[in-house]
């Protein structure tokens, strides 16, 4: 049973799912069904009703010391998915442990609600069907498990929701819970114009009656029933929920919802293996808050790690060592490492500036406008590749044979060519600039292919730029005797960017250490 780590957090199944093993060891009639593959990995076939009976006993049994009976023509239902709903109504209502009062509508032939509601957290249930047979083992399974006290199962008329059910009550319920029939004809039912045909086919059979799972007009009809029957009865029920067994059954309920004046509106998700439901839920009163959907509660509470990398304490201090020759009298060992990190970033053209920050570290707020830092090696080659192949000058002709006269200026002669590049890539006055003959001064030049130095310090203020592909916070640390270097992402495009540059950031650093001095 691969389920699903979305499944509520309180869910029991969740990261200790069912032990097939010792279920067999323990269930003669669960073992029956288990299969040992030739790698010895015990499987359940899902698609064979007995089976899937059998889990759903035995785990009941089990983990909640229910006894119950389920008939193979009728819905056999799955244990992790109905925990998932009974913990999200305990959200909901904070009813977990404590007594509630609920209405399930239509709790079919196991009446599993209303058993694990009363089981877990003593709430009382009116649990109504319209079924014979469902009806008939709902009460017998509410009563071998001596809970007949906590829940009433009555029968019903065909489409009695709950305006009929509660005409005879007074009580003000805390819930309703339902599990409607999802599928309009059988068409729907067998997934004819209803199933994507990219997803996987279902990974169990469905033992659902007629009345379980079809209704008119499918899930959508039901529900909308169930929200016009809440706007008479209104504050007779704290919250009104449905589950829902298509996606595309959320947006137009809560249309209808927001249509009709509804205040309070949430809804959820239920995970579990390959299955996915959703549950939608309403009420009428103001006095509590209502929980925010799943997925934009864990956006908001997801914390986002920083990428770090650590600078160990023998390269710190090599660092420490070559710091001075870029202009850094401190020669502390965050200092250092944030020295070099700003060289690295200035001849990357990133831009950054010093912001405020605690007394034992450095923070730079970096701008990437432009995306400098791939395939920085490449460039280089390309670059010195570039200057090796410029054409060469022939040597020049000597003016005079005579080495003792005294040499006089040619006005005519061509300007000498530029002296041959060295393996490093750049000429001798490339490197050291060009000497002018009438003053002696050294006036630099500009490479063809490198930035200007007015080009590196960009005045721009990396808080404040408009157009930019990211912006990060970069946290420089020591840690007993190393420096830790943490980037936190802040806004921009694309968080693999931030990955790439702050790769390049480690290895420009390690190369540096690595430098014969």
Known sequence: ?????????????????????????????????????????????????????????????????????????????????????????????????????????????????????????????????????????????????????????????????????????????????????????????????????????????????????????????????????????????????????????????????????????????????RTMRWALAWRFYDDVPVPSPPCKRHKLEKVRKALTFTVLKPSVVELQTQVPSIGCTNTSPTESVSAWLEKILTDLKVLHKRVPCGEAELNLFLTAVENTWIHVRQKRREQGRHLRELPRAQPPSTCSTDASAPSVPDTDAPTPAPEEPTAEGSSAKERDGQQDPKKGASVPMDSPTEPKEAAVGDPQNPETVQCFLFKCLVTVKEEENDVVVEMHWVEGQNKDLMNQLCTCLKNSLFRQVAKPT
């Open 1 to 273: 049973m691969a389920l699903n780590k979305s499944m509520h957090p309180r869910n029991r199944y969740k990261d200790t799912p069912p032990d097939f093993v010792y279920l067999a060891s323990k269930y003669p009639e669960f073992q029956k069904h288990v299969q040992t593959t030739l790698t010895g990995r015990v499987m359940l076939n899902f698609k064979d009703p007995e089976a899937v009976r059998a889990l759903t006993c035995t785990l009941l049994k089990e983990d909640f010391g229910l006894t119950i009976e389920i008939p193979l023509e009728r819905l056999i239902a799955t244990v992790p998915l109905r925990l998932n709903y009974i913990h999200w109504v305990e959200d909901l209502t904070g009813g977990q442990g404590n007594p509630r009062r609920g209405i399930d509508i239509g709790t079919g032939a196991s009446c599993i609600y209303p058993l694990l509601g009363a089981t877990m957290n003593g709430w009382f249930f009116l649990a109504t069907e319209v079924d014979d047979i469902c009806f008939n083992y709902a009460k017998k399974n509410v009563e071998q498990n001596h809970l007949a006290e906590l829940i009433k199962v009555v029968k019903v008329p065909q489409k009695t929701l709950l305006m009929d059910a509660l005409k005879e009550e007074s009580i003000v319920y805390d819930f309703c819970m339902c599990n409607p029939p999802f599928f309009a004809n059988q068409l729907e039912a067998k997934g004819v114009n209803s199933r994507n045909s990219r997803r996987p086919p279902p990974s169990s059979i469905n033992t659902g009656g007629v009345t379980e799972i079809m209704a008119e007009g499918g899930e959508l009809e039901f529900v909308k029933r169930i929200i016009h029957d809440g706007l008479q009865l209104k504050k007779r029920l704290r919250w009104y929920s449905c589950m829902l067994g298509k996606k595309c059954s959320l947006a137009p309920l809560k249309d209808e919802l927001q249509k009709q004046g509804v205040p309070k509106v949430t809804h959820t998700e239920f995970c579990q293996s």
